[in-house]
T-cell receptor, first 121, second 114 residues
Framework: QQQVKQSPQSLIVQKGGISIINCAYE??????FPWYQQFPGKGPALLIA?????SEKKEGRFTISFNKSAKQFSLHIMDSQPGDSATYFC????????????????????FGQGTILTVHP | NAGVTQTPKFQVLKTGQSMTLQCAQD?????MSWYRQDPGMGLRLIHY???????DQGEVPNGYNVSRSTTEDFPLRLLSAAPSQTSVYFC?????????????FGPGTRLTVT
């Protein structure tokens, strides 16, 4: 059961354009929504993240829009550049009941299927 | 800091063989996890650990074992490899700061089971 659904699977954008990737989730217990960027042959790296009490977060050319009532969130890449060509994953964190010796609890990330973004020069 | 390191980078196994994928981190992170990445399916959590001696199952744990004897190391064991375990495996670590769960991923191990 895919708890986080991501679309589109692939996206082609011209340099300078806006790239938009959408995600929808089902579990209202999710408490943290990151986006990861992955280049070929590399591991994913955190790009930007948002918590559900905020409707928008912007970092440079990257913006997350979050709609709690619709259970949807999206990544907007403004002024897209060829260097942005990569695979993007949305994710959602579900709190875990598993605490460590110090009492810190972590969560489990559920990832979307990924979007391959190609930005043409 | 080397960050998160994984060995080997590539591995080919025959069906039924066993092996251990190694993962180490030098950031003193308490949380470590293993994911597998398959085309069109994103990354799926196999097992995770919140500290030495504390592990739990993720979304797709069958066929895999883990243990965490030190903060730094979190090996993943394939008990009896199957072609369905052909995938790219990523190890990740993180720390919790004000409930932010940023995970740092290793470079991955590409495993082929024939």
């Amino acid at each position: 059961q895919q708890q986080v659904k991501q679309s589109p699977q692939s996206l082609i954008v011209q340099k300078g354009g806006i790239s938009i990737i959408n995600c929808a989730y089902e579990n209202t217990a999710f408490d943290y929504f990151p986006w990861y960027q992955q280049f070929p042959g590399k591991g994913p790296a955190l790009l930007i993240a948002i918590r559900p009490d905020v409707s928008e977060k912007k970092e440079g050319r990257f913006t997350i829009s979050f709609n709690k009532s619709a259970k949807q969130f999206s990544l907007h890449i403004m002024d897209s550049q060829p260097g942005d060509s990569a695979t993007y994953f949305c994710a959602a964190n579900r709190p875990s009941n598993l605490n460590n010796a110090g009492g810190t609890s972590y969560g489990k990330l559920t990832f979307g299927q990924g979007t391959i973004l190609t930005v043409h020069p | 800091n080397a960050g998160v390191t994984q060995t080997p980078k590539f591995q080919v196994l025959k069906t039924g063989q066993s092996m251990t994928l190694q993962c180490a981190q030098d950031m003193n992170h308490e949380y470590m996890s293993w994911y597998r990445q398959d085309p069109g399916m994103g990354l799926r959590l196999i097992h995770y650990s919140v500290g030495a001696g504390i592990t739990d199952q993720g979304e797709v744990p069958n066929g895999y074992n883990v243990s965490r004897s030190t903060t730094e190391d979190f090996p993943l064991r394939l008990l009896s490899a199957a072609p369905s375990q052909t995938s790219v495996y990523f190890c990740a670590s993180s720390y919790s700061v004000a409930n932010s769960y940023e995970q740092y991923f290793g470079p991955g191990t590409r495993l082929t089971v024939t």
